[in-house]
Structure formats: structure tokens, C-alpha cells
């Protein structure tokens, strides 16, 4: 299937779903109800539902899960705040994004090296006693060719078309999309993975550290749609929805450690390596794609920096 195949699919799924959810007569009912009533109906089905879902989690995982999980929601949510400057602008200074991209990349470079392949080394030597290196290295390399097959395998398009200006049709962007879901998907587990620990400060730094990279990658998703004559708080949404993959991750991630503790070193080096190569395959060639970018490079060093201050504070 060619990519402009795909990405037809893909659009025609969506909008297959989202025409059935607004036929049925349960959709039309509530619609019909007065402003108040209408948003009233709707909170309330959504807090039902979340405490359905949290309730299950907790009462079959324990509050480390529910925690767990709703921290991965918050660092997807964030994408959705990355894109409403897109409710104002059309587009930023080349300068500017190049700056967030570095800070994320800084910032995801120390979340990978002290929240995830420290501890990982740390639980494999209390597993497997002076193997914790190795185990934190095959980790890696799964999870670098777990991405380098899905990178492969499912049509999409690159950072760095982006800087090129080749996002100038609806199926492009939506290829856009997808790659941003497929990179978002382990940045989840590693959230997931962290409070699976058991260490509630990892788990914390890691969301905190996804949840700021996720930031540019929102406005990404929502300035080509705006520039293409979408709804811009459809743009936002669009955006925010490619964040929720995360919590999907983040569920996987911890109930699987939880329930297969000796998974846990490897897992860990499974979701630095996957944040690894979508560092160096996306994001930093992103940042330099118009020749070298001081200003991406010096919000490289201050991201990290001030991730690994916050890593060693909350210690």
C-alpha cells in the first residue's frame, strides 16, 4: 500500500467512525437537549466513566497503576497544550521551534540516561547479579528495532519534511500524524514502566519530562492544519488525540512490569531505547535540517540540564 493509500485509509476510518457516533440516535438525543443540559450530560458520561475505568485499575492493581496511569494521560494531554498557540498563529519563527525541539531532545536525553537506563541497570544487577549492564543494553536494542521496524513497516512521514515544507496536503499531514502517534505509543511505556518500579520519583520525572517534549510536537500536528484551512480547535483536538496513545502505552507498560517483575529491567532499556531513536532519528536531524542551529543546540544543553536538576532535586 502506497503512502497516499494509507493515508486515505487512515482518514476514511475516522471519518467512518466519527459519522456513525453522530447518526446514532443516542448522539442525536442528547444533542437536542438545551446548552447546559447538553454539557452537563456529556461531563457526566465522561466522569462515569473514568471512575469505571480507575476503579477497575485500582482495585485489580493498586493505586501505584491508577497513579501510573493518569500521569501518562496528563504528559499525552500535553500535546494538546503545545497546540493552542496554533488557535493564534499560523505559523513560528524557524528559530523558535528549532529551540523547543533542542529543549525536548535535552530534556528526553536525560529523562532516557537517569530515570530509565539507571534504574534499569540497577533492577537488572538485583535480578541478575553483575549482569544489569547487559540486560539494560539488550533492552536497548529491542527497543531501538522495535521502532526501526514500525518505522518501516508503516507508512509515514519524518520530522524533518516539516523544515523541507512538504506538509502542503491533507495526506501528508495525516502521514505526519501517524509517525507522531507511532513515537508517542513508547514514550507511554516508559512513563508506565517507571511507576511499575514501584519508584514513584521516576515515574514522576519521566512524566514530567515526556509532557515537555510533547509540547512542540503538538504545535507540529496543529500549525500544518490550520495552514490548510482546518478548524483550528479541530486542529487542537486532532493534536491532543495523538497524545492519548500514550496512556495506552503507559497502561502496558505498568501492568506488565507489575505483574512480571523480572520483565522490569528490560523493559526499561526497551523504552530508553526507543526514546533514543526517535532522538536522534527525528528529532535532533529535525533541528538541523537547514544546516547547523546554534540555538537548537544551546536548548539541547539547557533541556538536559535542567531535566537532570529536577531528577536530582526530587531525589
Same mark, same amino acid.
Given at each position: 500500500?502506497?503512502?497516499?493509500?494509507?493515508?486515505?485509509?487512515?482518514?476514511?476510518?475516522?471519518?467512518?467512525?466519527?459519522?456513525?457516533?453522530?447518526?446514532?440516535?443516542?448522539?442525536?438525543?442528547?444533542?437536542?437537549?438545551?446548552?447546559?443540559?447538553?454539557?452537563?450530560?456529556?461531563?457526566?458520561?465522561?466522569?462515569? @466513566?473514568?471512575?469505571?475505568?480507575?476503579?477497575? +485499575?485500582?482495585?485489580?492493581?493498586?493505586?501505584?497503576?491508577?497513579?501510573?496511569?493518569?500521569?501518562?494521560?496528563?504528559?499525552?494531554?500535553?500535546?494538546?497544550?503545545?497546540?493552542?498557540?496554533?488557535?493564534?498563529?499560523?505559523?513560528?519563527? =524557524?528559530?523558535?521551534?528549532?529551540?523547543?525541539?533542542?529543549?525536548?531532545?535535552?530534556?528526553?536525553?536525560?529523562?532516557?540516561?537517569?530515570?530509565?537506563?539507571?534504574?534499569?541497570?540497577?533492577?537488572?544487577?538485583?535480578?541478575?547479579?553483575?549482569?544489569? +549492564?547487559?540486560?539494560?543494553?539488550?533492552?536497548?536494542?529491542?527497543?531501538?528495532?522495535? +521502532?526501526?521496524?514500525?518505522?518501516?513497516?508503516?507508512?509515514?512521514?519524518?520530522?524533518?519534511?516539516?523544515?523541507?515544507?512538504?506538509?502542503?496536503?491533507?495526506?501528508?499531514?495525516?502521514?505526519?500524524?501517524?509517525?507522531?502517534?507511532?513515537?508517542?505509543?513508547?514514550? *507511554?511505556?516508559?512513563? *508506565?514502566? @517507571?511507576? *511499575?518500579?514501584?519508584?514513584?520519583?521516576?515515574?514522576?520525572?519521566?512524566?514530567?519530562?515526556?509532557?515537555?517534549?510533547?509540547?512542540?510536537?503538538?504545535?507540529?500536528?496543529?500549525?500544518?492544519?490550520?495552514? +490548510? *484551512?482546518?478548524?483550528?480547535? =479541530?486542529?487542537?483536538?486532532?493534536?491532543?488525540?495523538?497524545?492519548?496513545? $500514550?496512556?495506552?502505552?503507559?497502561?502496558?507498560?505498568?501492568?506488565?512490569?507489575?505483574?512480571?517483575?523480572?520483565?522490569?529491567?528490560?523493559?526499561?532499556?526497551?523504552?530508553?531505547?526507543?526514546?533514543?531513536?526517535?532522538?536522534?532519528? $527525528?528529532?535532533?536531524?529535525?533541528?538541523?535540517?537547514?544546516?547547523?542551529?546554534?540555538?537548537?543546540?544551546?536548548?539541547?544543553?539547557?533541556?538536559?540540564?535542567?531535566?537532570?536538576?529536577?531528577?536530582?532535586?526530587?531525589?
Amino acid at each position: 500500500m502506497t503512502q497516499s493509500a494509507f493515508s486515505t485509509t487512515i482518514q476514511d476510518y475516522f471519518s467512518h467512525q466519527w459519522e456513525a457516533i453522530t447518526s446514532s440516535d443516542r448522539y442525536q438525543k442528547i444533542m437536542a437537549l438545551p446548552p447546559a443540559q447538553r454539557w452537563l450530560t456529556w461531563t457526566g458520561l465522561f466522569a462515569a @466513566s473514568q471512575v469505571i475505568v480507575f476503579g477497575s +485499575l485500582y482495585v485489580i492493581f493498586g493505586e501505584i497503576v491508577v497513579i501510573g496511569f493518569l500521569a501518562s494521560i496528563l504528559a499525552g494531554l500535553a500535546t494538546g497544550v503545545g497546540a493552542l498557540p496554533a488557535l493564534f498563529f499560523t505559523e513560528i519563527s =524557524k528559530n523558535l521551534f528549532n529551540s523547543l525541539l533542542g529543549a525536548a531532545a535535552g530534556v528526553m536525553l536525560a529523562a532516557t540516561a537517569f530515570s530509565l537506563l539507571v534504574p534499569s541497570i540497577d533492577y537488572g544487577n538485583q535480578i541478575w547479579p553483575g549482569n544489569g +549492564l547487559w540486560v539494560a543494553s539488550l533492552g536497548m536494542m529491542i527497543g531501538a528495532l522495535f +521502532l526501526h521496524f514500525a518505522d518501516r513497516k508503516l507508512p509515514h512521514i519524518h520530522f524533518d519534511t516539516i523544515a523541507d515544507q512538504h506538509l502542503n496536503s491533507l495526506n501528508k499531514i495525516w502521514l505526519f500524524i501517524i509517525a507522531i502517534t507511532i513515537h508517542n505509543f513508547p514514550e *507511554g511505556m516508559s512513563v *508506565g514502566v @517507571s511507576f *511499575g518500579s514501584g519508584d514513584m520519583k521516576n515515574g514522576i520525572i519521566l512524566a514530567t519530562a515526556i509532557a515537555l517534549q510533547n509540547i512542540p510536537e503538538g504545535l507540529a500536528v496543529a500549525l500544518p492544519l490550520v495552514g +490548510l *484551512g482546518y478548524n483550528k480547535w =479541530k486542529a487542537v483536538g486532532i493534536a491532543t488525540l495523538t497524545g492519548l496513545v $500514550e496512556p495506552v502505552g503507559g497502561l502496558l507498560g505498568i501492568t506488565m512490569v507489575t505483574i512480571f517483575t523480572p520483565v522490569l529491567p528490560i523493559a526499561m532499556g526497551f523504552a530508553a531505547g526507543a526514546m533514543l531513536f526517535v532522538i536522534s532519528e $527525528e528529532i535532533i536531524p529535525e533541528t538541523h535540517s537547514e544546516g547547523r542551529s546554534r540555538h537548537a543546540t544551546f536548548a539541547l544543553m539547557i533541556g538536559f540540564i535542567i531535566m537532570m536538576i529536577l531528577d536530582n532535586l526530587l531525589g
